[in-house]
Nanobody, 124 residues
Framework: VQLQASGGGLVQAGDSLRLSCAASGRTFSTYGWFREAPGKEREFVAGTRWSGSTTRYADSVKGRFTISRDTANNQVFLKMNSLKPEDTAVYYC????????????????????WGQGTQVTVSS
């Protein structure tokens, strides 16, 4: 089982990026995106059940970021609009075999599988 995150890059403030997370080997019931900025703790960004029935966003990205799924290709995306310098971080895709409830989507400890991370750098 492997999670492969991709799509990061260097952009300017106000630009958009779309991150992708491809799961090989199986389909999970919950996917999440977390990020880790230099010197900071890894923090929750967005999470969703594979069914799409429950979705959650961090307050800092609400209205700018959208998490979505491609069920045919077993991929999860994070579309990031209106990027800010404070969005600069390594972004990690995470997954779990359980359909997590809304309150658990933001918990790092709730996810059993993690991808390798993709760097997003937003210049001012």
């Amino acid at each position: 089982v492997q999670l492969q995150a991709s799509g990061g890059g260097l952009v300017q403030a106000g630009d958009s990026l779309r991150l992708s997370c491809a799961a090989s080997g199986r389909t999970f019931s919950t996917y999440g995106w977390f990020r880790e900025a230099p010197g900071k703790e890894r923090e929750f960004v967005a999470g969703t059940r594979w069914s799409g029935s429950t979705t959650r966003y961090a307050d800092s990205v609400k209205g700018r970021f959208t998490i979505s799924r491609d069920t045919a290709n077993n991929q999860v995306f994070l579309k990031m609009n209106s990027l800010k310098p404070e969005d600069t971080a390594v972004y990690y895709c995470a997954a779990d075999s359980r359909a997590l409830i809304w309150s658990s989507l933001a918990l790092k400890s709730a996810y059993d599988y993690w991808g390798q991370g993709t760097q997003v750098t937003v210049s001012s």
